[in-house]
C-alpha cells in the first residue's frame, strides 16, 4: 500500500515515463520572477510603480500559480487576451492581464530553461498517465479532498475513468437541503457523472447526541428544538484579551476538573495573526501547553535578522546598521582563552560589551567612516579611556571582519566579478568563518537549525537561479529580503500532550473531544476572503464569468465558505464553544457571526454568556 500527496504521485508518473529538469520549489520560483521582473522593469504598461514594491515579486508568483492550478498555462493566457470577451473587460483591468501575461511568458521561459514547475507536473502526469496506463489495475483511493483544481481534477479524472477501481471520499450529504455541499457535490460531478452514491452515514467518531443535533439544524429553515444542549456554549467577550482570558480558564478546568488532555483540546479561528498572540499570553498565564498549527514568516526570526543586519551593514556600514547586526543574539565573535592555552573558541558577545560600544559610539559622535579607524584613548580622561579600550576590543571582534568583507565587495564590483553567486558564496563564508553561526546554530533549539536550512535553499536558488547576474549588496539585500517575507515555517508539535491553536480553514486533527471557534464574528466565521494574487477580489468575481476563471462565483464561495465553518464545528466529539469580542484589537465594533445568530434562534435553551 503506498500512501502519498497528489505531488507526489506527479512526480513519480514524470519520472516513470519522462526524463526532465529538477523541479523549482517556491524559493526558486520567487528568484526567478526577480529577475524577470528585474529585466522587463520598464516595459509595463499598468504594473510599473507596483513592481518596484518589495512583495510584487511573490505576488506574481501566487498569480501565475493561481493560473497555472486553473490549467492556465501562458499560452492560453496569452490567447485569452485576443478575444473579444476579454477586450470587453475594464481598460484598467486588461492592461493588467497584458503586463501580466508578458510577465508570465517570460518568468515561464526563464524557469522553464534550468527547471519544470511542480505545478506543471500534474497537469504533465495526467497526459502521461492516460497515455501509458498508469492506473490501469491499480486500486486507488482519493481521501482528505474536498475541491480539486483544475491540473488536479485532470488527474482525478484520470484515476475515475482509467484505475482498476477508484474510490473518492468526501464529507458531504446529497440529500441535504441547506446547499451546505453544493461546491463538494459539484465536484463528485466533476469526477463522475453518475454522482455520488448514498452517505456513509455511521456515528463512528461518537459525537456526542447535542453536536450531532447541532450539525443537523444548522441552517435548517424549518427546524428547532426545545431540547438540553450542554454541549454547546456561546461566550461573548469585552475584546480578544478577554476572549483568551475565558478559554485558557475554561482549558484548565476541563483538564483538572473533567480529565481531558490537552492534545484532545482545539482553539480555531478564521483571524489567526490576531489571535495568536493573545492566545500566547493566555496560556503562558495558565501554563498550558501550546501547539500553534499555523505557518509563521521567518522574516522577524533572529537568525534571519543576522543575514539581513549583516547585509546592510556590508552595504552601507553606519553606526545604526553596525549595532543592528552586533546585538544580534546569533553572532558569535572567535576570542582567545586567557589561560596558558591560549585556546580559541566561538562566543557571543555580552550585553555589557555591545553597552560599551554603543555608549562610545553616541560620546564620541563616531560615524561609519570613522568605524575602520582603530579607537584610541589619547587625550581622554580614564574613565573615557578605558570605555575606549572596551570599545576597541568589540570593534576588533565583530566590526573589522565585516568591514574587510566590505572591502572585497567593493573590489569585486571594480572588477565585474561580483555576480549574485559570488555574493551567496562571500556571504555564507563569512558567517561561518567570522560569524560562527555553525555553533550558534547547534546550540540552539532544533527549530534554529530547520530554519538554517530554508535560508541555505534561498542561498542556493539565488545562486542556482541567477548566479551569473551582476547584483549590488542593495539588490542581493532587497531579494534576500522579499523572499523571505514571503517564505514561512510550520514547525511540529514540541509537546505530545499541547493544545492545538488553529486555524478553522486548514486544521485537521484525530482525537479532538472540545473545540473553541474563537472570533466567531459576523464577516469572519464563516470565512469568504480569497488571495487573487494581482487580482482584486473584484477583478476575480468579474473574470469568473468568463473562460479565465479564477475564482468561484459568489453564491459558489457562500456555499464553500458555509462548508468549511461546517467542518470546523464537527471537528469536535463532545463540545463546542463559539466565542466573539464585541471589540476588535483596533477599538472597532464587532457583532456575532450569523451562526450564533442561527442557532441561538434554533435551541430555545441555548443563551449567550
Not at 518596484?52 to 492560453?76: H, N, P, Y
Not at 495573526?273 to 498549527?293: G, H, L, N, Q, V
Not at 509537546?495 to 482525537?511: P, Q
Amino acid at each position: 500500500i503506498k500512501v502519498c500527496t497528489i505531488a507526489r504521485i506527479s512526480d513519480e508518473i514524470v519520472k516513470t515515463y519522462q526524463k526532465g529538469k529538477p523541479p523549482a520549489d517556491d524559493i526558486t520560483k520567487n528568484v526567478i520572477m526577480y529577475q524577470a521582473i528585474h529585466n522587463r522593469g520598464v516595459s509595463f504598461s499598468s504594473l510599473g510603480r507596483l513592481a518596484r514594491k518589495q512583495g510584487f515579486a511573490a505576488q506574481m508568483v501566487k498569480t501565475v500559480s493561481l493560473l497555472k492550478t486553473e490549467g492556465i498555462d501562458c499560452a492560453r493566457f496569452s490567447e485569452f487576451l485576443t478575444t473579444d470577451e476579454a477586450k470587453a473587460q475594464t481598460p484598467a483591468l486588461y492592461k493588467k492581464m497584458s503586463d501580466i501575461a508578458a510577465l508570465y511568458t517570460e518568468y515561464d521561459q526563464m524557469l522553464s530553461s534550468k527547471y519544470t514547475d511542480k505545478l506543471d507536473m500534474t497537469m504533465l502526469a495526467a497526459s502521461l498517465a492516460v497515455k501509458h496506463g498508469y492506473f490501469r489495475s491499480r486500486n486507488v483511493f482519493v481521501d482528505g479532498f474536498n475541491s480539486f483544481s483544475g491540473s488536479q481534477l485532470q488527474l482525478m479524472k484520470a484515476i475515475a475513468e482509467r484505475s482498476g477501481n477508484s474510490c473518492f471520499a468526501f464529507v458531504c450529504d446529497k440529500n441535504d437541503q441547506r446547499d451546505i455541499f453544493r461546491t463538494v457535490l459539484a465536484e463528485v460531478d466533476r469526477i463522475s457523472p453518475d454522482g455520488i452514491p448514498q452517505a456513509f452515514s455511521d456515528n463512528s467518531r461518537n459525537m456526542s447526541g447535542d453536536l450531532i443535533r447541532t450539525s443537523e439544524l444548522l441552517w435548517n429553515s424549518d427546524r428547532s428544538d426545545s431540547g438540553d444542549i450542554s454541549g454547546l456554549r456561546v461566550i461573548k467577550a469585552d475584546d480578544i484579551y478577554s476572549e483568551m482570558e475565558f478559554i485558557a480558564a475554561e482549558i484548565k478546568r476541563l483538564v483538572n476538573g473533567e480529565g481531558l488532555r490537552y492534545n484532545q483540546i482545539a482553539v480555531l479561528s478564521t483571524d489567526t495573526a490576531a489571535y495568536r498572540t493573545p492566545a500566547e499570553s493566555a496560556f503562558s498565564k495558565y501554563e498550558i501547553p501550546m501547539f500553534c498549527d499555523i505557518p509563521e514568516s521567518i522574516i522577524n526570526a533572529p537568525l534571519t535578522n543576522l543575514i539581513l543586519s549583516l547585509l546592510r551593514a556590508a552595504d552601507e556600514p553606519t553606526a545604526e546598521n553596525i549595532l543592528s547586526y552586533i546585538r544580534n543574539s546569533f553572532l558569535r565573535v572567535t576570542v582567545t582563552s586567557d589561560d596558558e592555552n591560549s585556546e580559541k573558541f566561538d562566543r557571543p558577545l555580552y550585553v555589557s560589551e555591545i553597552d560599551d560600544f554603543d555608549n562610545f559610539l553616541m560620546r564620541w559622535n563616531i560615524t561609519g567612516e570613522k568605524l575602520d579607524k582603530e579607537f584610541s584613548a589619547e587625550g581622554m580622561g580614564e574613565h573615557d579611556g578605558k570605555l575606549a579600550e572596551r570599545a576597541e576590543k568589540v570593534r576588533k571582534l565583530a566590526v573589522v571582519p565585516l568591514l574587510e568583507l566590505r572591502g572585497r565587495i567593493i573590489n569585486a564590483k571594480k572588477d565585474g566579478q561580483c555576480t549574485a553567486a559570488w555574493l551567496s558564496k562571500e556571504i555564507c563564508r563569512f558567517l561561518f568563518d567570522e560569524a560562527g553561526i555553525e555553533h550558534s546554530v547547534l546550540g540552539a533549539e532544533k527549530s534554529a537549525s530547520t530554519l538554517w536550512e530554508l535560508l541555505v535553499q534561498i542561498f542556493e536558488a539565488i545562486n542556482s537561479g541567477i548566479g551569473d547576474n551582476k547584483m549590488s549588496p542593495a539588490e542581493y539585500y532587497t531579494l534576500f529580503r522579499d523572499i523571505c517575507s514571503q517564505t514561512d515555517l510550520a514547525l511540529p508539535p514540541q509537546l505530545a500532550d499541547s493544545v492545538i491553536l488553529g486555524d478553522t480553514n486548514r486544521t485537521r486533527a484525530d482525537g479532538i473531544k472540545v473545540v473553541f471557534i474563537a472570533g466567531a464574528s459576523y464577516g469572519k466565521f464563516p470565512d469568504e476572503s480569497g488571495s487573487f494574487g494581482l487580482f482584486s477580489e473584484y477583478e476575480a468575481e468579474l473574470l469568473s464569468e468568463s473562460q479565465l476563471r479564477l475564482s468561484m462565483k459568489q453564491e459558489e464561495k457562500y456555499s464553500f465558505s458555509r462548508y468549511q465553518a461546517y467542518r470546523a464545528m464537527t471537528l469536535a466529539t463532545d463540545r463546542l464553544y463559539f466565542t466573539h469580542p464585541l471589540t476588535s484589537a483596533s477599538g472597532g465594533v464587532h457583532t456575532s457571526s450569523e451562526v450564533i445568530t442561527d442557532l441561538l434562534g434554533r435551541f430555545e435553551k441555548l443563551t449567550e454568556e
